[in-house]
């Protein structure tokens, strides 16, 4: 396996953007990421684009060749849309690692998009919920949110984690997102303000749940032997991780994810180093609570140790491992099949030492990705080099 | 006053005996794609709950409505819809039985 870098990087905003289609911000964040890579677009042999709702949502499908011809690859290029619900572009990006690393593909562009804003409340609720098992457990009418309550109910149940706990959440990743002009809310909140939004799924209130947002993220992959000829800040991929967890929620194993478990064993034993050498990372905070298990469920905590850890502030910017300091998608938007690399831009942002709210000479980073009800999760771990 | 609990539909694995919820269609123990229907006694208790106050659209109408992880006999679970009563909280470890199934599966009352 050969080694590979991230050689570029490249986003829109997240938010509501008003007028732009998925075509748009899709090129638009490629576009940024082969610029910033300063590579000729003529020499990227494969894209792969995640994308989880284009098709119910703004009925668009076959994206990746269409962001292609937009872009001006050549002809050549091998386009594959990628699709894991929420965790859509974590896998993305793990497939052109993964055939970077084998030797088969030397440039890759890895991105990421959607388009939600156009479409309500109700009906993006309907195409997300398009990612539960319909066999089984879709016709009960839980929801995604639902699934996060269902989780959050129990760990409360389990480990004592208190709903304070779980809001403050809330409230230190909108601090975070003050410094980052991408993000959909940069106005701070307070604990009682968390506390007493209106409930949404219980416990679950409304400044738990990240916002529905549009935009687009990318990155471009080369083996690391050729990085520094592009850029004299490579960020190494030393770690990666994919998952399976279970199609039903009625099948978990204790508030947990199992998927990413896994992908962070897989990713760790990979990268050589363990959770507590990681500087920073940005992980999977679609709800309050989800952010509390991942960082459990990846080891930078203890089983049910994570409500805990936020209220002692060992996640903030200054903390033993800040988490989220992007805003997280609570702040910054969760734009589903954007989300995987919209955490990489930050992470890459942080180790090359640029990020608006930097935390102190980096050197390790990750970034965790979740989709469905825990069914599928990648962990990416990069190094500085 | 006695109660009529509705028994569980579920599906019996031809190899092995695992005992699976309705539909199966593969055996994760075993491999096998034969299953026999069983069913279980529609008594268990609440692992986890909810209420679900925004929903997919096609369900707005219901909301809101209360749905729980089931924990029934044979080490068996299900999502379920829970029929609360005025004054009635869900709670973890709290008994339920089974009253019906709909559209939206099987139905559950606090006992
Ligand atoms: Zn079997």
Redesign the pocket.
């Known amino acids: 396996m050969r080694s590979v870098s991230i050689i570029g990087v490249g986003t829109t905003n997240f938010g509501i953007l008003e007028g732009m289609s998925i075509k748009e911000m899709a090129a638009l964040a490629c576009n940024r990421a082969i610029l910033d890579a300063g590579i000729d677009r003529k020499e990227i042999q494969a894209l792969y684009l995640g994308n989880y709702i284009g098709g119910i949502l703004v009925g668009q499908e076959t994206l990746a060749p269409v962001i292609a011809c937009e872009l001006g690859l050549k002809k050549s290029v091998a386009c594959t849309k990628v699709e894991g619900a929420c965790c859509s572009a974590g896998i993305a990006l793990r497939q052109g690692y993964m055939l970077i690393a084998s030797g088969v593909y030397d440039f890759v562009l890895a991105g990421g998009v959607e388009k939600m804003s156009s479409a309500s409340t109700e009906k993006n609720t309907e195409a997300l919920a398009a990612g539960m098992d319909k066999d089984t457990e879709g016709y009960t009418g839980l929801t995604f949110p639902g699934f996060f309550a269902l989780v959050a109910n129990r760990h409360m149940y389990e480990y004592g984690t208190t709903i304070e706990q779980i809001a403050m959440v809330s409230v230190k990743n909108r601090k975070n997102a003050l410094k980052n002009p991408r993000a959909r809310f940069r106005k701070e909140t307070s604990l009682e303000e968390v506390l007493n939004s209106r409930l949404i799924t219980d416990p679950l209130k409304l400044f738990d749940c990240c916002p529905i947002s549009d935009g687009a993220a990318a990155a471009v992959l080369c083996p690391t032997e050729i990085a520094r000829n592009f850029t004299d800040k490579p960020i190494e991929i030393i770690g990666s991780g994919h998952g399976l967890g279970h199609s039903t929620s009625y099948s978990m194993e204790g508030p947990s994810c199992a998927a990413t478990v896994f992908a962070a064993r897989e990713a760790f034993d990979m990268a050589g180093v363990t959770p507590s050498d990681v500087d920073v990372a940005e992980i999977h905070d679609c709800f309050t609570i989800a952010e509390i298990v991942d960082s459990e469920d990846i080891g930078f905590f203890e089983r049910g140790k994570g409500g805990r850890a936020v209220e002692e502030g060992l996640t903030q910017v200054d903390g033993k491992i800040p988490i989220n300091t992007s805003g997280g998608l609570l702040s910054k938007g969760h734009p589903v099949g954007a989300t995987g690399l919209g955490q990489v831009y930050e992470i890459v942002r942080q180790l090359r030492g640029e990020h608006e709210n930097q935390v102190k000479d980096p050197e390790i980073g990750l970034a965790m990705n979740l989709g469905a009800t825990g069914l599928v999760s990648t962990v990416t771990i990069m190094r500085r080099i | 006053m006695s109660r009529s609990v509705e028994n569980i539909s579920v599906e019996k694995?031809?190899?092995?005996?695992?005992l699976f919820m309705s539909p199966v269609y593969v055996?994760?123990?075993?491999?096998?794609e034969e299953f026999e229907p069983e069913v279980i006694e529609g008594e268990g208790k609440i692992y986890t709950h909810t209420t679900i106050r925004i929903a997919p659209e096609a369900f707005m109408d219901q909301v809101p409505y209360h749905l729980a992880i089931v924990e029934l006999p044979h080490n068996l679970r299900l999502t379920a819809r829970i029929d609360l009563k005025e004054g009635e909280k869900m709670e973890i470890g709290r008994p339920v039985s089974c009253i019906r199934k709909d559209d939206v599966g099987y139905w559950f009352e606090l006992r």
């Open positions: 694995c031809k190899g092995c005996g695992k055996c994760s123990a075993c491999g096998s």
